[in-house]
């Protein structure tokens, strides 16, 4: 049977849906299934105008959703350090499913972005990890082992934890090439896992 990933994302303006495009790609080349969603917006609509923020034409995904996975990967855009408010308000929508055990065993991954080389790649992971420690999701690294995040010739997001961005609140940055082989090799390697997974 083939194995179900969810991507699911919050993108202001574009860069983790890129991001989140790359991943689904390599999911799928990494022969699993896999769909790209969109967590609820919580900004309002008058905020998000002065914002300029992006629409997207994406699936809105609901905390019972995740049952129908294998696995999942987040895409978060960094605020403080640490996951957007519209992530933690699906996260924190999670409740019943923590509270009956649905996610138990299930597998997940995360990626994101921040406005600056410095503006939490690693603790925006790092502090996502006890969602999926309460829930029994297991974590699945991107690791060293492709090489990809070891270059040091251009500004670019990614690190063992997960790909990444770096984009500017400005719109002066696109998400690179690179940055979109490390999302596209990050699928492929959580798809090898799950296809190891009995």
Same mark, same amino acid.
């Given at each position: ?103 138990? @065993?299930?597998?997940? /991954? ?7 080389? !410095? #503006? =939490?790649?690693?603790?925006? $992971?790092? +502090? ?14 991107? @690791?060293?082992?492709? /090489? ?7 500004? !670019? #997001? =990614?690190?063992?934890?997960? $790909?990444? +961005? ?33």
């Amino acid at each position: 049977m083939t194995k179900k990933v969810y991507v699911i994302i919050h993108s202001l303006w574009g860069h983790v849906k890129t991001l989140g495009e790359a991943v689904v790609e390599g999911l799928k080349e990494g022969g699993v299934e896999a769909k790209l969603w969109q967590v609820p917006e919580t900004l309002p609509e008058e905020v998000l105008t002065k914002m300029h923020a992006s629409k997207f034409d994406l699936p809105i995904i609901k905390a019972d959703h995740l049952t129908e996975a294998d696995g999942f990967i987040f895409g978060i855009a960094t605020r403080y350090g640490g996951a957007s408010s519209q992530i933690r308000s699906f996260v924190d929508s999670t409740g019943g499913l923590f509270a009956s055990g649905a996610l138990d @065993g299930k597998y997940g /991954g995360v990626f994101t972005s921040t406005s600056s080389q !410095h #503006g =939490g790649l690693e603790t925006t $992971a790092l +502090t996502f990890i006890p969602f999926f420690a309460h829930h029994g999701i297991n974590f699945v690294p991107f @690791g060293y082992k492709s /090489g990809q995040i070891f270059g040091a010739t251009e500004v !670019h #997001g =990614g690190s063992p934890w997960g $790909a990444g +961005t770096v984009a500017p609140s400005d719109g002066s940055r696109n998400v690179s090439d690179l940055e979109k082989k490390i999302a596209h090799e990050q699928g492929k390697r959580f798809a090898a896992v799950l296809n190891r997974v009995k």
